[in-house]
């Protein structure tokens, strides 16, 4: 229950409220529905590839541990688990910054707000969480339940608010997505995907935390699949209220879609408090984030991959304070340095190659080296879900465009780099051979 909240606030945050309107512009109409579907179709696909690995492998750190026993402890995996922790230093803190930029911006509604002070406000959401999650894991299950109780709540409203106060038909929203027109193209609707993938990143959270869920093999699967379909459910029931109040021509003009929606129906006042419940929920989802995040660096520490402070845990509350504090740290400075702008395009761009179709191509790998008993979650149809989850994601990477994709390659190649200097000191693979030399 627990990790199926913390994946659920992890993946409803700032991010649904401020990508609607985009993806509404982006397909030029009410096929905006769409890219919703398929970023939910992706996730549940990409879902099946975590499922076994996190059933069969439930360790702290997720893909680190993924990505390393996929290719090889020896070899190639200390490669793509280097790269993988190497982007975390990176991706979690811009997730963070992100999340707490959207933060500020959204609170703007409730009074206006000069470029210092939502500077000011978005530092101070990343210092918050950093103190709450300096903390047993025990209590931050329960802190996540309550947060999770604010999203159900926010969304609850939303949906119950429109639907029972349509200002136009439901029937003539719904024909409007079925309806062919010009901006239902594969570019577009691949542009607007790449944002609404990123309101479903964190379905797998739960992996990252795999070493303190009970019944792994049960539960981490699970909680994935229920956290998709319980948040496409949600999501595609928002949008659908909110145009069925607001008129899309007008909503993908608006910066503050959900307060104008509630302004619409309830008044100003309505409308700042759904505004709170809004920053409420983009403050859990922060939340889990980080709790994710500082695992990560931490477990390959531990495994002797990573600089060994990342190892330590705090003496008296045993939880990886030193990852927290620095991924958190630079989540501060980023969110002082950097715009929302593109960041979001940016940090999925940055995760596809490695992360995503790379996990996918080790489970392949895998399935050759191990039996089926090996794997406590089988998906069905094997292997076609991981060929579609590979297709899907290259799909999704060109879709980013040309600068975002070539950013995501630059990083890669300075962890390269970066791998190859500290093997050559350690005269680790692929050095150790120079020494029968």
């Not at 929302?340 to 940090?347: E, F, K, M, Q, S």
């Amino acid at each position: 229950m627990q990790g199926t909240a913390l994946n659920m606030i992890d993946m409803v945050g700032i991010g649904p409220f401020v990508v609607l309107p985009l993806v509404i512009k982006t397909l030029g109409g009410g096929q905006f529905l769409w890219a919703w579907i398929l970023g939910a179709v992706v996730s549940l696909i990409d879902a099946f590839i975590w499922a076994e690995l996190g059933a069969a492998f439930p360790q702290a750190g997720g893909s680190y541990n993924f990505l390393k026993i996929s290719y090889g402890e020896q070899r190639w995996g200390r490669l793509l688990s280097f790269l993988y922790v190497w982007q975390t230093l990176i991706q979690a803190p811009l997730v963070m910054a992100s999340g707490a930029i959207g933060f500020a911006q959204y609170a703007s509604y409730l009074m206006p707000l000069e470029e210092w002070q939502r500077k000011a406000i978005s530092g101070g959401v990343v210092l918050i969480i950093i103190a709450l999650l300096y903390r047993k894991i025990d209590s931050i299950g329960k802190i996540g339940l309550l947060m999770w109780g604010a999203v159900l709540l926010t969304l609850g409203w939303i949906i119950i608010g429109g639907l029972s106060n349509a200002r136009i038909p439901i029937t003539e929203t719904i024909q409007s997505v079925n309806s062919a027109g010009s901006g239902l193209v594969a570019a577009s609707l691949g542009q607007a995907s790449v944002k609404t993938i990123y309101c479903y990143l964190g379905y797998y959270n739960v992996c990252h935390l795999g070493g303190e869920i009970k019944q792994p093999t049960r539960n981490i699967p699970a909680s994935m699949f229920i956290s998709i379909v319980g948040i496409a459910g949600l999501y595609l029931l928002m949008n659908i209220s909110v145009v069925s109040v607001v008129p899309w021509q007008i909503a993908q003009n608006s910066e503050f879609i959900v307060s104008t929606f509630v302004e619409t129906l309830y008044g100003p006042q309505a409308a700042k408090l759904a505004t709170i419940l809004i920053l409420l929920v983009a403050f859990s989802s922060l939340f889990a984030v980080l709790l994710g995040y500082s695992r990560v660096p931490y477990a390959a520490a531990v495994d002797g991959q990573f600089f060994r402070i990342f190892a330590r845990l705090h003496p008296t509350r045993q939880f990886p304070y030193v990852s927290l504090l620095f991924l958190g740290g630079l989540g501060f400075v980023f969110s002082l340095l950097f715009r929302l702008g593109d960041v979001i395009t940016a940090i999925l761009a940055m995760r596809i190659v490695v992360q995503f179709v790379g996990q996918a191509i080790g489970l392949l790998l895998l399935h050759r080296r191990r039996s089926a008993d090996a794997f406590p979650f089988q998906m069905p149809l094997y292997p076609l879900p991981v060929l579609l989850a590979i297709s899907v994601w290259l799909f999704v990477f060109f879709s980013t465009g040309t600068p975002f994709m070539l950013s995501g390659l630059v990083v890669i190649g300075l962890g390269i780099g970066a791998f190859v200097a500290s093997a050559a000191i350690r005269k680790q693979w692929p050095f150790e051979s120079i020494k029968h030399v």
